[in-house]
């Protein structure tokens, strides 16, 4: 499963972002994040571990559990006073 859900990550990010938004290919991004972190002698992004819920909403809505859809922005933002 996680095989799957990683080739369809990279997917979305190399069709969607690289060439349109960024502007470099995922090779090019991989590159200059390596760059960065020789430079910087750190990790150069910060990263949050998440809190026991947030971890468990992420890991249900990986096997498909619980997903809510909506059909307009209003009925997302209407579920929220519920």
Do not use: C
Not at 6 to 25: D, K, Q
Not at 38 to 43: L, W
Not at 57 to 80: G, Q, R
């Amino acid at each position: 499963m996680r095989n799957v859900t990683n080739r369809a990550l990279t997917r979305v990010v190399s069709v969607m972002l690289f060439p349109h938004v960024l502007g470099m290919t995922p090779t090019e991004a991989i590159r200059l994040f390596y760059r960065q972190i020789a430079i910087r002698k750190t990790f150069p992004l910060e990263l949050h571990i998440p809190n026991t819920l947030t971890a468990s909403v992420l890991e249900k809505s990986d096997m498909n559990e619980n997903i809510e859809t909506f059909d307009t922005p209003a009925h997302l933002y209407a579920s929220w006073d519920k």
